[in-house]
């Protein structure tokens, strides 16, 4: 059951409105919880501003950010992150194997994607990064490259509770599945 579903449309202003048909998915359809954020209109805009700066100007390259995005989606339980970013790893040039592998064991991956994915895991269960985590995935990239790391999890675990908290439809379609 949806707990909390977005707001009807014809409440809100025409801002909003127009910025959640700027929100989409890779189906074409509104990010289901950019719509359900449509409850706090003043915060649309600088989420979307955000989040599309963190995913088109981040130094990341959009392969390793889109295997983290699935690796937090399969760490959280998250069926919506999950099928949402399955289309955009498909763009990011990742393969059907590759997706599906992302939900696997981080070793059968190259050594930086293994290190990422193992990064993303501690991050998932500490909220932390241990030194020698730390130190593996500056020895792999940038300074940068693991700040957005460390900030892209945080958007997808932030995205996921909120799709898990207000009972998504493809939420509850993915723990019915589990």
Not at 26 to 36: L, M, N
Not at 81 to 107: N, Y
Request: charged share 20%.
């Amino acid at each position: 059951m949806v707990r909390l579903p977005p707001p009807d449309r014809s409440t809100l202003d025409a801002e909003v409105d127009d910025l959640l048909s700027l929100a989409t998915a890779p189906s074409g359809d509104t990010a289901e919880t950019i719509a359900v954020m449509a409850h706090c209109p003043a915060l649309v805009r600088p989420f979307l501003e955000w989040s599309m700066a963190l995913h088109t100007e981040g130094v990341l390259p959009p392969r390793l950010h889109e295997i983290i995005a699935l690796r937090v989606a399969h760490n959280c339980g998250s069926g919506y992150e999950w099928d949402e970013h399955v289309g955009w790893a498909t763009r990011a040039g990742l393969t059907d194997s590759e997706i599906a592998a992302v939900a696997g064991d981080p070793q059968q991956w190259p050594p930086t994607e293994a290190t990422v994915i193992a990064a993303v895991d501690e991050l998932h269960v500490e909220r932390d990064l241990t030194v020698p985590t730390l130190q593996a995935l500056r020895d792999r990239m940038d300074d940068p490259w693991v700040v957005e790391l460390i900030l892209v999890v945080g958007q997808y675990t932030m995205l996921s509770m909120l799709s898990s908290a207000t009972g998504s439809a493809a939420h509850r379609s993915r723990r019915a599945r589990n």
